[in-house]
Antibody, heavy 124, light 112 residues
């Protein structure tokens, strides 16, 4: 059974840092691209970042570029999100999600599994 | 920041049908697959439709998806009280300023 379990959320002051983790199990983690998606309280989904299976390709939303860093450790079946210079608008539940690519083109297609999410609150 | 537009809400009586539209552009829906996600209150999103119109194992055929040009549609027939949730469309955007995943604004489905 595929499982994604996020951790590391909490309350942090503006300007502070936090590192989120996502522990994966039930599948060959090193074969899949992974993503972070967040959802502010009462708001919709916002894609944050993606990392390819071997960490060769990394992408960020403009809203977090230069402040957040995505990484992974395939030996530990883990995905990470280092968040620096946090702002109030970064307050959200952060989900890790497994990405499925189109078989023929290799283009990202959809997210088939999501974790339960971890809440990050940025407030003084 | 959503670049895909959905109606805020739709509603219908049990057993009826609802459709949810998702409008984008050539840089996202027009050139990429569309997926749909169901988010029940207090839970994580769940994949409902992928590659425009395919259903994952376990998703009933009451749920259907379609895409035409730069728009996509989710249909739910035989509406049930358990279908009350928020629904999001998703795809990828290949424009320079927004490369990456994009989601719709979300639609709340209410069963009257």
């Amino acid at each position: 059974e595929v499982q994604l379990v996020e951790s590391g959320g909490g309350l942090v002051k503006p300007g502070g840092s936090l590192r989120l983790s996502c522990a994966a199990s039930g599948f060959t983690f090193s074969s899949y691209n992974m993503n972070w998606v967040r959802q502010a309280p009462g708001k919709g989904l916002e894609w944050v970042s993606s990392i390819s299976s071997s960490s060769s390709y990394i992408y960020y939303a403009d809203s977090v570029k230069g402040r957040f860093t995505i990484s992974r450790d395939n030996a530990k079946n883990s995905l990470y999100l280092q968040m620096n210079s946090l702002r109030a608008e970064d307050t959200a539940v952060y989900y890790c999600a497994r990405e499925i690519q189109d078989f023929w083109s290799g283009v990202p297609s959809y997210f088939d599994y999501w974790g339960q999410g971890t809440l990050v609150t940025v407030s003084s | 920041q959503s670049v895909l537009t959905q109606p805020p809400s739709v509603s219908a009586a049990p057993g009826q049908k609802v459709t949810i539209s998702c409008s984008g552009s050539s840089s996202n829906i027009g050139n990429n697959y569309v997926s749909w996600y169901q988010q029940l209150p207090g839970t994580a999103p769940k994949l409902l439709i992928y590659d425009n119109n395919k259903r994952p194992s376990g998703i009933p055929d009451r749920f259907s998806g379609s895409k035409s040009g730069t728009s996509a549609t989710l249909g739910i027939t035989g509406l049930q009280t358990g279908d009350e949730a928020d629904y999001y469309c998703g795809t990828w955007d290949s424009s320079l300023s927004a490369g990456g995943g994009v989601f719709g604004t979300g639609t709340k489905v209410t069963v009257l």
